[in-house]
């Protein structure tokens, strides 16, 4: 994916690319339509019952009295669920209260939600005192023990009919909605697509509804069927008291009368257990509806849960080939990546994010390794780290330092390793902080997971990282929220050289920061590596910054190494047609220069072509690029590069072939 | 700027006095919206009920003017909040002698007591069940068996506690059905005592636990993953720590803040709830005693529990809130969020 495409993404509402009668659509949830069949199930029963069965049964004396179902001894068939003390028919009495519980959930829930998305829109776009005002009020009526106001409500106003305890119950079904359509409106109006459409425009109204409901449906929808649930649970609550309508019917009536006639002791099963089982019917429906909507919504849980299942259904993970070929070892090299290969098994297919990537860095040397975002580079960042996230996999290939392969080793091995031979700075240094626990314990973690050593010296060690990198030594005590994003960053490089390790990576290491600290973070990686010796791997995107801090430079299109060359040959004669794009590109004060990058199409990661992953955007391109891919071969003095222009005998190679 | 600070807990204050004002406010208004006063409805239910009371006029008059009602409606309202502030609530209307507030304070510590443990229970055991779902190292086993947990999550307290009776008081005869102990124990602190109770408190805690700790886990398996995720969560892992060490200090510290948030907040509904819990068993706690005294048309002793049960709430949310800047340092910098 290139940068525009990244970009255009962002700007076009995610939901909108979701087709409802697609086989791949979120909403085919199976616990959500499980939960809809269930429900509908009920309504089913309650609407057409009155079709098959004589309601006017349901009304005192219709039948003798205290009959048990048709299968017990007893009997009667024309009374099939049994008839309780005052001889009405329990199948008819079922039949009259299911529709009439669900009615006033249903009822309860969707006036509350009204309500709620009312007041939350004001909240959320309106903001200011309107926000103060809804916010306060609805914080403090949620923790109003709802059922307890109802009671006294109940108590008082005598309900006649469904529809006048709905209301009563969506007095205290709005806060939830409330709270959620306005912290939704707060997320949503910071994203892209909905600052585009503002940018563009577009009356908040539209806004409101074309960019930002479909994006909060299936909260909404989940708040609904919890809501309704709740409202349900409510009016069953009030009945279950008594305190309901008691001339209408309904699931909660049906309880009460049973409890106060004794029928637990009395052993008449058959009244109070019916209508018990069809409200925990009708509550496992939703919750499954309200869960299931909740994975949709949120593509994590959708996703760990399909990892995992991906996971069991595999067996264990398979075990990782390791490469037969070891392409020139080095001497004197901290670390070696030896074809490397790292997929992302995503639903639509496999990813193929790192395709056989080799290289070694030096004792001592920094490597740059560089590419445009979704190259790769981040990928095997996290490879040689071995954390590769689900649902992506090492399939093949090695990493070693000092001759151990990490991707071989498991558990407490390879945390033995970790930090102490092999360390990271982190992309992200602002949320790289543990944000609950200050600096003196993050970093003593690292140092007390490896090293057996007393407090005192844990906490002179910290104060002497923390000088190295120029941070005041009142920074340990503090939490990170207080530290800036730069000191964050130095932050995390004292904590990467607290073991004095043989590697580190350093991941973008200064991409969220502004010029002025990436040049402070910068020579703090210099000046450490200088005193250090350490071997470090800095991956960036930033041209410019690399040339000034990396030995050698590795880079990278496409999941491949295309070129890695001391950084002197490779920004004064880069030899890959990609290199030569990204080096024209860097910008000058003295000329102004056309950025020629985004020329051209990447081709699907899915499904690279045969021969060259390049072919679509270079300038150069022939025949065998096209039908094979070139390899990385050193063509001058330890300057590589994979591709065809610098094989002499590509004509004849051709030729070969087709012969 | 960490802990408490003076504005934090100001704030808070006042959202706890907004709290019980809301709360109170309600239970004032509503009587006075419905057709109707009180007085007269229960005069009329009483004339109901003995056929002919005599001179009912003169007795609503005189009630309405022993409860202050012939008062103008702002005037009740402050002498409501006198009241409120100095828990009076007068007389029982349905035992006599005794003060409203002396049977709410009876029946308060057995429904502290039960709600206490059932919710010190059921989120405990929710959040570890929910953290250990949303962890990918959790063994394999455990993943399989976690989620039978969540069985009974959809079922309303207090129909499963209607079920538990019947099965395990009725017809396995293994516990005690209702109440808070038996007629035949001496009420005290000795061991017989406290064996009883605690015997009569294990089906209503168990119906309450086994119903809501999916709940919790729920939540928490979400906000697990979404820890999972996080850049200090990868970075945790690289840096060799032990996988417990991860799991607690960096996983379960962080996922558990918007988790406590949820308990203060639904802390109201568990109230709520218990209410039903305390009916199905008759425990004579608050909810049941507000039961009672709805059913017997109990207007003081309703006020009386309603505006505790309030109060309790509020108060608890209140605490909750006080304890959560030393759980989460961020807390007075990011006030606006929640």
Redesign the interface.
């Known amino acids: 994916m290139t940068v525009g495409q990244r970009a255009a993404d962002e700007t076009t509402t995610p939901a909108r690319g979701w087709g409802l009668n697609t086989w791949d659509s979120p909403w085919l949830n199976f616990k959500f339509l499980l939960g809809v069949a269930i429900v509908g199930l009920i309504l089913l029963f309650g609407l057409l019952g009155p079709l098959f069965w004589d309601t006017d049964l349901a009304y005192t004396g219709a039948g003798p009295l205290n009959k048990p179902p048709v299968w017990q001894e007893g009997g009667l068939p024309e009374h099939p669920l049994g008839t309780e003390s005052n001889g009405r028919d329990m199948l008819a009495q079922l039949i009259l209260a299911t529709p009439s519980s669900l009615k006033v959930g249903f009822l309860a829930a969707i006036i509350g939600m009204g309500i709620g998305m009312v007041l939350g829109s004001v909240a959320g776009y309106v903001g200011g005192w309107w926000d103060h005002v809804i916010r ?2 609805s ?11 109802l ?7 005598q309900m006649t009919d469904t529809t006048a305890m709905a209301l009563i119950l969506a007095a205290f079904a709005w806060p939830g909605p409330t709270r959620l359509v306005r912290s939704q409106i707060l997320t949503l109006r910071e994203r892209s697509y909905v600052r585009m459409a503002h940018l563009s425009g577009a009356p908040a109204l539209e806004i409101m509804f074309v960019e930002m409901l479909p994006n909060m449906l299936p909260w909404l929808a989940a708040s609904l069927t919890g809501g309704i ?1 709740v409202a349900i ?1 409510g009016a ?2 009030l009945e ?4 309901g309508p008691t001339r209408v019917p309904s699931l909660g009536l049906i ?1 009460n009368q049973a ?1 106060t006639n004794a029928a ?2 009395r ?1 008449l ?1 058959w009244w ?1 257990l019916p209508p ?1 089982i069809i ?2 019917v009708i ?2 429906g ?3 509806m309200t ?1 299931g909507l ?1 994975e949709i919504a ?1 593509p ?2 959708r996703q ?1 849960s399909s990892t ?1 299942r991906e996971r ?1 259904a595999a067996g264990e993970l398979p075990a990782v080939e390791h490469a037969g070929l070891r392409g020139g070892e080095e001497e004197d090299a901290a670390l070696e990546v030896d074809d490397l290969h790292v997929h992302y098994f995503t639903p639509r297919g496999e990813v193929i994010a790192a395709n056989g990537v080799n290289f070694s860095v030096r004792k001592g040397e920094i490597l740059g390794l560089v590419g445009e975002s979704g190259c790769g580079k981040t990928t095997v960042a996290m490879a040689i ?1 071995q ?1 590769v ?2 649902p992506g996999r090492i399939v093949q290939g090695e990493v070693r330092i000092e001759d151990q392969d990490l991707v071989s080793l498991s558990g407490k091995e ?7 031979d ?3 700075v ?3 240094a ?8 200050p600096i003196r ?1 993050q970093m003593a ?2 140092i007390l ?2 090293e057996n050593v007393g407090r005192l010296e844990v906490e002179a060690r910290i104060l002497g990282l923390l000088n190295d990198v120029g941070l005041p030594e009142r920074v340990i005590e503090i ?1 990170p ?2 530290l800036s994003g730069g000191m964050k960053q130095r932050d ?1 490089i004292a ?1 990467a050289i607290a073991l004095n390790p043989q590697v580190i990576i350093a991941d973008e290491p200064t991409s969220a920061l502004d010029v002025v600290v990436q040049r402070v973070v910068a020579q703090t990686l210099l000046e450490v590596k200088e005193r250090l010796g350490v071997s470090m791997v800095m991956i960036g995107h930033d041209m410019g910054l690399q040339a000034q801090l990396v030995d050698r430079i590795a880079v990278m299109y496409a999941g491949n190494l295309v070129e890695v060359a001391p950084v002197g040959s490779a920004f004064s004669e880069p030899l890959h047609p990609y290199t030569q794009l990204l080096i024209e590109s860097i910008p000058s004060i003295k000329e102004r220069k056309p950025l020629n990058v985004t020329e051209g199409l990447t081709h699907d990661l899915r499904n690279p072509p045969p021969g060259c992953i390049f072919q679509f955007r270079c300038q150069h391109v022939e025949q065998i690029c096209r039908e094979r891919r070139p390899e990385l071969v050193e063509r001058e003095d330890d300057h590589l590069v994979a591709c065809w222009l610098y094989e002499p005998e590509r004509h004849s190679l051709i030729e070969l072939e087709e012969a | 700027m960490r802990g408490l600070t003076k504005e934090y807990v100001l704030q808070r204050f006042l959202m706890y006095l907004l709290t019980i004002w809301l709360g109170s406010t309600l239970i004032f208004v509503i009587p006075r919206l419905a057709p109707g006063d009180p007085v007269s409805e229960m005069v009329g239910r009483l004339s109901l009920d003995a056929g002919y009371i005599e001179n009912a006029d003169k007795l609503i008059e005189s009630w309405k003017a022993r409860f202050g009602l012939d008062a103008p409606i702002h005037v009740q309202y402050f002498r409501y909040w006198g009241n409120v502030f100095r828990l009076n609530f007068g007389y029982s209307l349905s035992h006599f002698p005794t003060e409203a507030w002396t049977m709410v304070s009876d029946a308060l510590p057995w429904s502290l007591g039960l709600l206490t443990v059932a919710t010190v229970l059921s989120f405990s055991i929710g959040v570890t069940i929910g953290s250990l779902m949303g962890w990918r190292r959790t063994p394999r086993w455990l993943q399989l068996i976690l989620p039978s947990s969540l069985t009974f999550t959809a079922i309303p307290y207090f129909m499963f506690g209607i079920m538990l009776i019947y099965l395990v008081a009725f017809e396995l005869d293994w516990l005690p059905a209702t109440g808070a102990y038996s007629r035949r124990v001496d009420p005290g602190w000795n061991l017989p005592f406290i064996k009883n109770v605690l015997t009569h408190a294990i089906l209503p805690v168990v119906s309450i636990v086994l119903t809501s700790m999916g709940g919790w886990a729920l939540g928490m398996r979400g906000l697990m993953i979404s820890v999972n995720n996080e850049d200090y969560f990868l970075l945790a892992q690289v840096k060799g720590l032990s996988p417990s060490r991860i799991f607690f200090r960096y996983g379960v510290r962080n996922a558990i803040l918007p988790a406590l948030t949820a308990l203060a907040l639904g802390l109201g509904g568990l109230i709520s709830g218990s209410i039903l819990v305390e009916f199905i068993f008759a425990y004579p706690g608050t909810g049941y005693t507000l039961y009672q005294a709805i059913i017997s048309q109990d207007y003081t002793v309703t006020q009386a529990i309603a505006n505790l049960i309030i109060l309790v709430t509020a108060t608890s949310v209140f605490l909750l809130d006080l304890l959560y800047p030393f759980i989460d340092p961020r807390i007075t910098y990011k006030r606006n969020m929640r």
């Open positions: 306060t009020l914080d403090s009526a949620v923790t109003i023990p709802a059922l307890v106001v009671v006294v409500i109940a108590s008082y106003v649930s649970l069953t609550g279950v008291l008594g305190l309880i409890t637990l002791v052993g099963v109070w018990i409200l925990m509550f496992v939703f919750f499954l869960i909740d949120n994590r849980i760990f995992r069991t780290l954390v996230q689900a390879l945390r033995e390793v970790r930090w102490r092999l360390a990271l982190p992309q992200g602002m949320n790289s902080l543990n944000p609950v626990t314990e973690d690292a997971a490896h939490y929220h207080e995390c904590m």
